[in-house]
């Protein structure tokens, strides 16, 4: 069955930096695009970033641009998150998401941005 395992959060000051990791098992990692969603208290989740199955394409939304990295190893089955310049509106639950018929997600890893 499809794992996504997400590791990584923690608090953080702003300013700070956090790496995300999320470990993929049970579907074909190197050809399924990969994606980070985050949910903040009272809001809706949101897309934060998605990468091809390659890693040869990625975006972002507008907010964590040029703050943000998303890349993967295939070799790993892993993605991942950099990210840099955290300031209070990232803190949020980061999930993990593969789509193939339906959603599939992490458990999520909490990312607390805070002096």
């Known amino acids: 069955q499809v794992q996504l395992v997400e590791s990584g959060g923690g608090l953080v000051q702003p300013g700070g930096s956090l790496r995300l990791s999320c470990a993929a098992s049970?579907?074909?990692?190197?050809?399924?695009?990969m994606n980070w969603y985050r949910q903040a208290p009272g809001k809706e989740r949101e897309l934060v970033a998605s990468?091809?199955?390659?890693?040869?394409?990625?975006t972002y939304t507008d907010s964590v641009k040029g703050r943000f990295t998303i890349s993967r190893d295939n070799a790993k089955r892993t993605v991942y998150l950099q990210m840099n310049s955290l300031n209070t509106e990232d803190t949020a639950v980061y999930y993990c998401?593969?789509?193939?018929?339906?959603?599939?997600w992490g458990q999520g890893t909490q990312v607390t941005v805070s002096a």
């Open positions: 990468i091809s199955n390659t890693g040869g394409s990625t």
């Open positions: 049970g579907f074909t990692f190197s050809a399924s695009a």
């Open positions: 998401n593969m789509m193939y018929v339906r959603d599939y």
